[in-house]
């Protein structure tokens, strides 16, 4: 069976730190604050969730759906406002986290593949 992606970022630690580096930015640069006003203004909750559905979204221990049962993903993105702006910060701010994190190219790129589906099937809004 081929290497899940959890495996090829190597484990917890590598999730947790990628997460922490996506909110890290989200809070720092101006291009990500069309998100990052979305968000509370405590971002811990935030970073834990993330770090817990991506765990098993990437093939690793279902951390979030034993806590919190089917993620509903969209459902739970329509109190905000997502439109093509909102989706390209996201992705772009993950992209740069993966960067920074020196996620293997042809990794990282197979994963932003597969993050613009969700993004974009996170949209509620025209434009
Ligand atoms: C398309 C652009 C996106 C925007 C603007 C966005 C924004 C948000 C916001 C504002 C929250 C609430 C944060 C909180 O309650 O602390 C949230 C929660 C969440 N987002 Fe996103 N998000 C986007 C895409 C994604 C994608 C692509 C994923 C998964 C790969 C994702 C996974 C999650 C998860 C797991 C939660 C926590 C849900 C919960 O249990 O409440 N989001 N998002």
Request: with cysteine; glycine share 8%; charged share 25%.
């Given at each position: 069976?081929?290497?899940?992606?959890?495996?090829?970022?190597?484990?917890d630690?590598?999730?947790?730190?990628?997460?922490?580096?996506?909110?890290?930015?989200m809070?720092?640069?101006?291009?990500?604050?069309?998100i990052?006003?979305?968000h509370?203004?405590?971002?811990s909750?935030?970073?834990?969730?993330?770090?817990?559905?991506?765990?098993g979204?990437l093939g690793?221990?279902?951390?979030y759906?034993?806590?919190?049962?089917?993620p509903?993903?969209?459902?739970r993105?329509?109190?905000f406002?997502?439109?093509?702006?909102?989706?390209?910060?996201w992705?772009?701010?993950?992209k740069?986290?993966?960067?920074?994190?020196?996620?293997?190219?042809?990794?990282?790129?197979?994963?932003?593949?597969?993050?613009?589906?969700?993004?974009?099937?996170?949209?509620?809004?025209?434009?």
């Amino acid at each position: 069976m081929p290497e899940a992606p959890y495996d090829l970022l190597s484990g917890d630690a590598a999730v947790r730190k990628l997460v922490d580096r996506f909110y890290d930015l989200m809070d720092d640069v101006p291009e990500f604050f069309v998100i990052r006003k979305l968000h509370p203004a405590d971002l811990s909750g935030s970073r834990n969730k993330l770090y817990m559905f991506l765990s098993g979204w990437l093939g690793g221990p279902q951390l979030y759906t034993d806590k919190y049962g089917h993620p509903m993903l969209r459902a739970r993105h329509l109190p905000f406002a997502i439109g093509l702006a909102e989706r390209d910060a996201w992705l772009n701010c993950m992209k740069q986290a993966m960067q920074d994190c020196e996620v293997e190219a042809g990794l990282r790129m197979g994963l932003l593949d597969s993050l613009f589906k969700t993004a974009d099937w996170m949209r509620n809004k025209e434009g």
